[in-house]
């Protein structure tokens, strides 16, 4: 992995946007005093990548990401890896709530030639080239494709923490071996040795399951497979001789079915012939039919009678004229008289009424008098207080002037004021108004009741002279009404007469009435004989019906009782002639029986010779089907049961195979937890990786000493060789500052190069950047450092880096990136090439 361009904004100290280009850096300085932000912008790389650092502590240390008081931090990487090129974005907000969560990450794989400088106009992800990741989910696994190193890895190969590597040259072995386990990820084979103590205990349960099912199939041998065949075998014999011995069975059953359908044939036909016998009570219904006609004829003449007497009683009763018309004409004589009696009453009170208005009219007028009379003396009130006013006035004027004065109302000259009177007469003129006015309100009051009792009364004369009007037209009427009656007498008689013709018309009705009740019931007698008459010949027909077909004799359907007795001596004869023929078709059924009985034991010992318990003897009159069903259920039982025998022997053997994996499994399982709990396994691979680590280190060693020293270890302790010296061993305690650091820095590239070729990815180491305290150093040993490190970007196979605040040692570097702090943010300059 080797970093292009790195663009930041509110992550951490980087509060404004910053950009830092490593374009042509392959050996690259970030310098500035210290708490600046030199390690930042390592932190910024790691989290663009991995979203953490090693700082933070883990990815609960994310808050850690924004800056102080900002709500959204975003950083951006662009780099390439084995010759692709990539930009990783991760995006970090803080909610309402102040919980700081990644809000957006995403890797792209750009396209060939793409120009970085377009990252400053502003462009969207999706325009960065294909998407291989959009989630912070997706991340880890994209990442991993890209650069081919874990988190763990990249920390220990490309990003290199603080002296932890000089402390591993130092450290004793104990240190050391606990070191190479977390660099190099050894714990996995205790992780393995685990998960083989699991499987070696699964593989134990699994056994003892297996036992059991196993102790539960102990019956189910090749033997119990061989002898369920063999009786599925005979069960199948069994079916094929049932069903060679059907035909004869049915034949036995067909003959004994023909003989018992001949003796039933016969009873039914004794017990049709035997069914005919005469009906009670036969010779009675013709001459119950008879009577009931003949009261039903004496019933309709005796209507005939009573309508025709009804009849003329309504003839004479119509000339005798209208009973409501005389009843009127009474009424209107009666009304006649009372209206005569009442002339005299009406003329009476229309008289009283009129003198009773005139008096109320002439009492109203002379109110009305009165009432104009107290109306002129209140306007002359009226008058005499406008003129004291007038007087009062003046008199008020007169009070101011003096004479000589002009008079105000006349623009006069005055000359002699006149006196003042005595009094006001305003107010005499005002006691005289209201006296006057009381007066008019006495006057008009009196008026308005009087005038309303002569209306009143006028009102009440109107009414009575309109009902003696009334009275006059109606006697007028009623007088014409009965001017030609022949008088109250006359129309008495009439009606008296009409009454007696009504009472005699309705005895009539009532005698009507009766007669036509009773022939009702003559009439349903009759009916009812008739109807049992028919029944009983739809008796007899439905009788001969069922002996039709032995053709008996005709019947005469004129007299009931002797069809009844020629059917019935006729039935007698034809029964007693096949009584015997019943009999002997007995004895046939008898003897085709015990055929049957016969053929039907004959299949049972087929059953029993087979052993198998044939149907019950209560079953026989089932047909042959039972016995063939049964052969076929044993067969198919048979067969049932060799299956299961043969599916549980299968499944033993199968439960056996998987017996024998789960114990070898079970060996090897606790053979490798047993290798992998020794100490002598894990000091082996410890020893393994500690060779290989002090080969590759020994090499880049002399590499960066120019052949001085090789790096050697024995029993876990470090040491060097001097070549210059004689090829003389020295403790690595022993070394200069200077000295330490190119051993200390050939053992993080060759612990690099180890981690990566763990990698389950094709990793590319195309960088390294180292975060080394050089401020400790003095002169001879920083110009020791500055000379290995160039010698380590003079080799050309990955791009260097180193964070320092040393000039002497920032000033060797090439190219410099120069981080500063004010009170808003951090900067970020590159000088040189």
């Not at 910024?44 to 240390?61: K, S």
């Not at 048979?638 to 789960?662: F, N, P, S, V």
Request: proline letters at 3%; aromatic letters at 4%.
């Amino acid at each position: 992995m080797r970093p292009i361009r790195l663009d930041m904004s509110g992550f951490t100290v980087f509060r404004d946007d910053t950009m830092v280009d490593f374009t042509d850096a392959d050996y690259f300085a970030l310098v500035g005093p210290t708490g600046s932000g030199k390690s930042t912008v390592l932190d910024a790389i790691t989290f663009a990548l991995y979203g953490t650092v090693p700082r933070w502590g883990g990815a609960r240390g994310i808050a850690n990401a924004l800056a102080p008081s900002a709500v959204e931090a975003k950083v951006r990487l662009v780099f390439e890896s084995a010759g692709d090129r990539f930009v990783a974005t991760r995006v970090v907000r803080r909610d309402g709530r102040g919980n700081v969560k990644t809000a957006g990450a995403g890797l792209q794989l750009m396209p060939p030639g793409f120009d970085v400088t377009k990252l400053d106009t502003g462009m969207d992800l999706d325009d960065l080239g294909e998407v291989l990741a959009g989630t912070p989910a997706e991340m880890d696994e994209a990442v991993l494709g890209a650069v081919g190193l874990p988190y763990e890895q990249f920390t220990s190969c490309v990003v290199l923490p603080q002296g932890q590597f000089a402390d591993f040259l130092h450290a004793k072995p104990a240190v050391r071996q606990q070191i190479l386990i977390n660099l190099l990820g050894l714990r996995v084979y205790e992780d393995v040795q685990q998960r083989a103590v699991a499987r070696e205990r699964t593989a134990t349960d699994k056994l003892s399951v297996i036992d059991q099912q196993l102790a539960g199939l102990a019956d189910a041998t090749d033997e119990a497979v061989e002898t369920a065949e063999r009786h599925l075998t005979r069960m199948r014999e069994l079916t094929a001789a049932v069903e060679e011995s059907m035909p004869g069975l049915r034949a036995a059953r067909a003959a004994e079915a023909e003989a018992a359908a001949a003796r039933d044939a016969l009873d039914a036909e004794l017990r049709a012939l035997g069914s005919v016998r005469t009906p009670e009570g036969i010779s009675e219904i013709a001459g119950a039919t008879a009577a009931a006609r003949v009261s039903a004829t004496e019933a309709a003449d005796e209507v005939r009678t009573a309508e025709e007497r009804e009849e003329k009683v309504r003839g004479e009763l119509a000339a005798a004229g209208d009973a409501g018309s005389l009843k009127l004409a009474l009424d209107r004589h009666a009304e006649l008289e009372r209206l005569l009696g009442q002339e005299e009453w009406f003329a009476g009170e229309v008289q009283v009424a009129e003198v009773e208005f005139k008096d109320a009219q002439a009492g109203a007028e002379l109110a009305h008098s009165a009432h104009l009379g107290a109306t002129q003396l209140l306007e002359q009130a009226r008058l005499d207080y406008t003129e004291a006013q007038r007087i009062d006035k003046a008199a008020a004027l007169r009070a101011h002037l003096a004479a000589g004065d002009h008079c105000p109302v006349c623009e006069q000259t005055v000359t002699t004021v006149p006196p003042m009177p005595e009094g006001s007469a305003v107010r005499e003129a005002e006691a005289t108004g209201k006296a006057a006015r009381a007066a008019a309100e006495v006057a008009e009051s009196g008026w308005k009741q009087r005038d309303a009792v002569a209306r009143k009364l006028e009102g009440n004369l109107e009414r009575k002279r309109a009902q003696h009007e009334h009275h006059l037209s109606r006697l007028a009427e009623v007088r014409g009404v009965v001017a030609g009656s022949p008088g109250v007498p006359a129309l008495e008689r009439q009606l008296a007469e009409i009454g007696t013709l009504q009472r005699k018309l309705d005895q009539a009705g009532v005698a009507v009435r009766t007669a036509r009740e009773a022939q009702r019931r003559a009439q349903a007698a009759a009916h009812q004989a008739e109807e049992r008459e028919r029944t009983a010949w739809r008796t007899f027909d439905g009788a001969r019906d069922l002996v039709a077909r032995f053709a008996p004799p005709p019947a005469e359907r004129d007299d009931l009782a002797a069809a009844w007795a020629t059917l019935v001596d006729w039935a007698r004869g034809e029964h007693r002639s096949r009584a015997a023929a019943r009999e002997q078709a007995q004895a046939a059924v008898a003897a085709t029986h015990e055929a049957t009985v016969h053929a039907y034991a004959t299949v049972a010992a087929l059953f029993t010779a087979a052993g198998v318990t044939p149907p019950p003897r209560a079953r026989e009159g089932s047909g042959e089907s039972d016995l063939i069903r049964a052969a076929a259920v044993a067969a198919t039982t048979a067969e049932g049961d060799w299956r299961k025998i043969a599916d549980l022997r299968d499944r033993a053997r199968g439960l056996t195979g998987q017996r024998m994996t789960l114990q070898r499994d079970g060996r090897v399982a606790k053979a490798l937890a047993g290798h992998l709990r020794a100490n002598n396994f894990e000091r082996w691979l410890l020893e393994e990786a500690l060779d290989l680590l002090v080969d590759g280190a020994s090499r880049i060693l002399r590499e960066l000493t120019g052949g001085q020293y090789d790096l050697i270890h024995e029993k876990g302790e470090f040491s060097v060789i001097d070549h210059h010296d004689a090829g003389l061993r020295r403790g690595v305690r022993t070394l200069s500052g200077g000295e330490t650091f190119q051993a200390s820095l050939a053992l993080a590239l060759a612990l690099s190069e180890q981690l990566a070729g763990m990698s389950t990815t094709a990793a590319s180491l195309e960088s390294i950047v180292l975060d080394e305290g050089f401020g400790t150093l003095d002169a001879a040993t920083l110009d020791v450092v500055a000379a290995t490190l160039e010698n380590l970007a003079a080799r050309g196979d990955r791009m260097v880096g180193v964070v320092t605040h040393v000039n002497a040692l920032a000033e060797r570097v090439p190219v410099r990136f120069e981080v500063t702090k004010d009170a808003r943010s951090a900067h970020v300059e590159r000088v040189g090439l």
